[in-house]
Structures are given as C-alpha cells and as structure tokens.
C-alpha cells in the first residue's frame, strides 16, 4: 500500500486529469511523458470559473507575479497593471483591475498564477493530484479574449494538463524538437526549430477544446492555442516531473564526501584547457564512478527527500482551529494523517518519521499505532493498539503538534 494510505486506483485528482474513461495504468504506460492525449466528459466547473476569475482580479488583493498579461507571444510589464494598494496597506504592486479589464479588452490574455496557493478547490486539487502522480505539481489560468492568442508555439519543460473551464479554444500540438526537455533547456534555446516545426509539420493534434476535455501534453512537445468565438479559459496543471538527471545530480552532490574528489588542482591549472584537463580528467571520473557505485539507496534517498517532497505542500492547516483541536484533545477525538503529507516510516528503536524537513523519533512501543496513524484512516483516540489510553493522548498530541494529524 502506498504510504499516504490509498489503494492504487484511488487516484481521483489524476482521473480526473484524464477524462473519458481511459485505464490509468493504461495512460502511465502508453502516454505519460511519451504521447499527447486528448480526452472528453470532464466536468471542471467547481474547480475555476470566469466568476472565479473576476473575483481573485477584484476583491483578492493579487500581486505580482501571481498575475501576467501577454498577446502574441509579448508579456505586458508588471507596472502597466499594478499599484499602490491605498491606504493602510504599504503595497506598491497590488493587481488593479481597471487596467486589467482595459488590457482584456484590447485582446491580452490574462494570466493566473499558482492557483495552487491562492483558490481553495484548487489548493486541494493540487494537494490530491501531487498525491496521485507523485510529481510536484502548479496550477495556472489562461483567460483569452475571444479571436486571441497569448502565445505562440513554444514548449514547456514539465507535463501539462490542460483542463478547459469555458469557451473554446484550438489547439495545436506537434512531436517535439528536443525530447525530455530538463528545467534549464527553455525553449527558446531552440526558437528557430520550434517555429519551423510547427510551420512545417503535420500535428499530433489539431482539435478544438470545450468545456469538460482536458489535453496532456507531454514536455517537450510543442503547442500553441487561439480563442474562438468567445471568451475561453483553461487551467494549465504542470506537473514538475520527477527526472533520472535528478538522480544524477544528487549522487553527483553525495560525491563532495569523498576526500579526493576535494582536493585542489594543481597550482596555475587552467580549467578552459582542454590539455591541462587531461591530465586530471580521468582520475576525477574514476574517483566519481567509485564513489557513485558505492552509493547506497538509504544514502540517497534523505537528500531525495529534502529536494523534492517540499515541491507541494500538504493540505492547509487553519492555525487557530488546529491549536484549539489539540488543546481540547480527549479519547474519542477522531484524527487522520494530513492529506498530501509526504513521509517515510522507519520501524526500530527508535521508530523513525521521516518527513521533507526534519525526523521525528518516538519509543519503540509507538511503532503499532503509528503504523495505524499513518495509514491515512480515520482513526478514534482510545482505540490505538498496544497504547493505553494516556500513551495514545500523548503520542496524538505530539503528532498534532508536528501537524503530522489533523482532527477528522
């Protein structure tokens, strides 16, 4: 079982990611980060809307950059649309959304960003889908103005999901020009290769998008969209894949603790000499590839850990509510594991929690009820096994206080 406590097609976030019906499994083997895909009989409407849209321009209080406007391809400067924010608020780059709405109506695209902190249903999407796919995960809005376009054809260098909220839109997807595209590969590294290929080869995908498709598009893979007739809104869900090359550079980093790979280079070396190189470049390979070889997976993983399991956080936590649960905790209060929370349980003496930011030891004794705790069920105080009563209030309260359970 996994270790958030759901059963493998419990993955309702990603389902939902990939309307119509498709096995799961199915997408994990034939398209994730292979092929395009479009799919229909979604339903996004309580996720974002239009209405959605105005509210967090006007009564939100946004700032940069959770906000950009672009037309064809051109990102507007922040201060065309921004301001103070008036009197008691020292603000000078809050959203003002009479500039907004003059932009939109002159054909700019408006850009929500980071929905994934800012509007609740999706702060709880993000928190499932990251559970879901196990990748780090964003969530933008793309508003268009009807006969628009934001941006030309171009790449990104994560996975989307394109989920269309309103309106229609067209898109275009073609085979990529440089596949697996890492974070530091943007495409206009190859801004020539982009615009000729979507000028001059057949797409994978030519469709229009309506309200409940959603459309993966794998990175690396070229796209451009244009609104039709009316106003079209999609959300953009990247997922900030998880590479091999990460692996990579971590064990490349674990490499630091081997003394030799420290040492200095010659006094005067020259490292832009491709002969002064030579005469060190195969000791420092062979002392990197001992190294690596003699790296263990329980090595790697903390450092793994750390990098990537603070990409998403897990479900928010109201602080006045929480602080209150804990004081006023009794046997009979029902707890589960914070939604999202990533964490890896190691049995011994201690019992070792592990988590993004730092390990919690608890006694040995413990190790049955954590066991039961973290499995993501609801869960009554007083009912833990191999606890007294008193011994499960502790170990409850402590882990509240971690904000590793919530209260049901």
């Given at each position: 079982m996994p270790e958030s406590g759901?059963?493998?097609?419990?993955?309702?976030?990603?389902?939902?990611?990939?309307?119509?019906?498709?096995?799961l499994d199915e997408f994990g083997r034939s398209y994730w980060g292979a092929r395009a895909l479009l799919s229909h009989g979604g339903d996004y409407?309580?996720?974002?809307?239009?209405?959605?849209?105005?509210?967090?321009?006007?009564?939100?209080?946004?700032?940069?950059?959770?906000?950009?406007?672009?037309?064809?391809?051109?990102?507007?400067?922040?201060?065309?649309?921004?301001?103070?924010?008036?009197?008691?608020?020292?603000?000078?780059d809050q959203v003002r959304d009479d500039k907004v709405a003059a932009l939109f109506a002159s054909g700019h695209t408006v850009v929500l960003q980071a929905l994934?902190?800012?509007?609740?249903?999706?702060?709880?999407?993000?928190?499932?889908?990251?559970?879901?796919?196990?990748?780090?995960?964003?969530?933008?809005?793309?508003?268009?103005?009807a006969e628009s376009q934001g941006f030309s054809a171009h790449y990104d260098v994560h996975d989307v999901f394109v989920l269309q909220v309103a309106g229609e839109k067209h898109w275009t997807v073609h085979e990529p020009v440089h596949a697996?595209?890492?974070?530091?590969?943007?495409?206009?590294?190859?801004?020539?290769?982009?615009?000729?290929?979507a000028r001059d080869r057949a797409p994978v995908i030519d469709e229009v998008l309506r309200p409940g498709d959603a459309l993966y598009v794998p990175r690396g893979f070229l796209h451009s969209a244009k609104a039709l007739g009316g106003v079209s809104a999609h959300l953009t869900v990247g997922m900030h894949t998880l590479t091999r090359y990460l692996l990579v550079q971590e064990l490349a980093a674990l490499a630091a603790d081997e003394p030799s790979l420290r040492a200095a280079l010659p006094l005067g070396f020259d490292p832009g000499d491709p002969s002064q190189l030579a005469t060190v470049l195969d000791d420092v390979a062979s002392l990197l590839i001992k190294r690596i070889e003699?790296?263990?997976?329980?090595?790697l993983a903390p450092r793994l850990r750390r990098r990537t399991w603070s990409g998403n956080r897990p479900a928010p936590l109201p602080p006045l509510a929480h602080a209150a649960a804990i004081a006023g905790l009794t046997a009979g209060t029902t707890v589960r594991l914070r939604p999202g929370l990533r964490?890896?349980?190691?049995?011994?003496?201690?019992?070792?929690?592990?988590?993004?930011?730092?390990?919690?030891?608890?006694?040995?004794?413990?190790?049955?009820?954590?066991?039961?705790?973290?499995?993501?069920?609801?869960?009554?105080?007083?009912?833990?096994?191999?606890?007294?009563?008193?011994?499960?209030?502790?170990?409850?309260?402590?882990?509240?206080?971690?904000?590793?359970?919530?209260?049901?």
């Open positions: 759901m059963l493998p097609d419990e993955r309702p976030a990603l389902r939902r990611c990939v309307a119509g019906g498709l096995d409407s309580d996720l974002f809307s239009l209405q959605d849209a105005d509210e967090l321009l006007s009564r939100r209080g946004l700032r940069t950059p959770f906000l950009r406007l672009a037309k064809n391809g051109t990102v507007v400067n922040d201060s065309q649309f921004t301001g103070p924010a008036g009197v008691g608020a020292e603000i000078n994934h902190r800012t509007w609740p249903a999706l702060v709880d999407f993000a928190t499932q889908l990251s559970t879901d796919a196990g990748h780090p995960v964003q969530i933008n809005a793309y508003i268009t103005p697996d595209p890492l974070r530091n590969q943007p495409w206009t590294d190859h801004s020539k290769a982009v615009a000729a290929a003699q790296t263990t997976p329980d090595a964490f890896h349980l190691v049995e011994g003496d201690p019992v070792r929690l592990q988590l993004a930011d730092r390990t919690i030891s608890l006694p040995k004794a413990t190790s049955a009820a954590l066991s039961v705790l973290c499995s993501g069920a609801t869960v009554t105080v007083g009912d833990l096994p191999d606890l007294d009563e008193a011994d499960q209030l502790v170990l409850v309260r402590r882990l509240l206080t971690e904000a590793v359970l919530t209260t049901a």
